[in-house]
T-cell receptor, first 111, second 113 residues
Framework: DAKTTQPNSMESNEEEPVHLPCNHS???????IHWYRQLPSQGPEYVIH???SNVNNRMASLAIAEDRKSSTLILHRATLRDAAVYYC????????????FGKGTKLTVNP | NAGVTQTPKFQVLKTGQSMTLQCAQD?????MSWYRQDPGMGLRLIHY???????DQGEVPNGYNVSRSTTEDFPLRLLSAAPSQTSVYFC????????????FGSGTRLTVV
């Protein structure tokens, strides 16, 4: 399974943007970049995914580098409810569609 | 639309007992997976299924069995519970295309004494 590298932890202030980085230098051409988050005492929650182009949804934006070896999850205005562990995961095709979690980034949001 | 339903939410077992954790989804998802999460740790994949009748092992399959007789259900069986299996178990499901996101259940907290 292709690996991702994320910082162990990050801090942000409420109502400020947050940029969560992820490196995936061994990504293959058919791997999708997925982001999930896990709030305290809850199951993981899907956030966003993309293949090559930047993506936006109501929760976040995903910026993907041109060479696809890195990506950034962008929370435009962090709230206290965004405090969670964020996971960047590569999900492949053709038999490797399973989701394998790494350690993720623990985001702390300060009031 | 209930999503992914896991039962029970809490369970205490004695060492050596067996039990089945239930997982059901009503979204007609082909893919289903079981994960365990130990305190302060990330999620580890136990078993997964790409469709009815098809299952495969994940990272930590020992001590667990699965079967997938229907699209909707993916039960996880603990054959002989051990204290090392004390964990929170999450079930998840997804459409088969790699671009689809997984939906997770709310978890089963299992304690083996």
């Amino acid at each position: 399974d292709a690996k991702t590298t994320q910082p162990n932890s990050m801090e942000s202030n409420e109502e400020e943007p947050v940029h969560l980085p992820c490196n995936h230098s061994t990504i293959s051409g058919t791997d999708y970049i997925h982001w999930y988050r896990q709030l305290p005492s809850q199951g993981p929650e899907y956030v966003i995914h993309g293949l090559t182009s930047n993506v936006n949804n109501r929760m976040a934006s995903l910026a993907i580098a041109e060479d696809r070896k890195s990506s950034t999850l962008i929370l435009h205005r962090a709230t206290l409810r965004d405090a969670a562990v964020y996971y960047c995961i590569l999900r492949g095709q053709g038999g490797s569609e399973k989701l394998v979690f790494g350690k993720g980034t623990k985001l702390t949001v300060n009031p | 639309n209930a999503g992914v339903t896991q039962t029970p939410k809490f369970q205490v077992l004695k060492t050596g007992q067996s039990m089945t954790l239930q997982c059901a989804q009503d979204m007609n998802h082909e893919y289903m997976s079981w994960y365990r999460q130990d305190p302060g740790m990330g999620l580890r994949l136990i078993h997964y299924s790409v469709g009815a009748g098809i299952t495969d092992q994940g990272e930590v399959p020992n001590g667990y069995n699965v079967s997938r007789s229907t699209t909707e259900d993916f039960p996880l069986r603990l054959l002989s519970a051990a204290p090392s299996q004390t964990s929170v178990y999450f079930c998840a499901s997804s459409y088969s295309r790699a671009g689809g996101g997984y939906t997770f259940g709310s978890g089963t907290r299992l304690t083996v004494v």
